[in-house]
């Protein structure tokens, strides 16, 4: 029991300087809609808290072959929130759709 109030305690992003705070976000591509985009998330355990939105739709043979086949593609990106340089990838991945 002891051991357990010797861990570390989780730093939150509010308790970083601003320049030291981490933001991210995830972009979302789904057939050849617009890329969605998450709200941006702060610190080294961001949660994402969105709902992302396609469309409008319009049901054709090319629609349904992709939710049937296709997949959707995410990017993970990070920037610093103090700053204006530019976004920097820190991951891809891909969700099949069946």
Do not use: N
């Not at 043979?61 to 995410?74: D, K, S, T, V, Y």
């Not at 891809?92 to 759709?97: G, H, Q």
């Amino acid at each position: 029991e002891r051991a357990l109030f010797e861990l570390p305690r989780d730093v939150g992003a509010e308790a970083l300087p601003p320049q030291q705070a981490m933001v991210t976000m995830v972009l979302t591509e789904l057939l050849h809609f617009d890329v969605a985009a998450s709200g941006a998330a702060c610190g080294l355990a961001p949660k994402y808290d969105s709902l992302l939105s396609f469309g409008p739709f319009e049901l054709t043979e090319q629609l349904l072959e992709h939710l049937a086949h296709g997949f959707m593609r995410f990017e993970l990106q990070a920037f610093c929130s103090a700053s204006s340089s530019s976004a920097h990838l820190l991951g891809r991945a891909m969700l099949p759709l069946s």
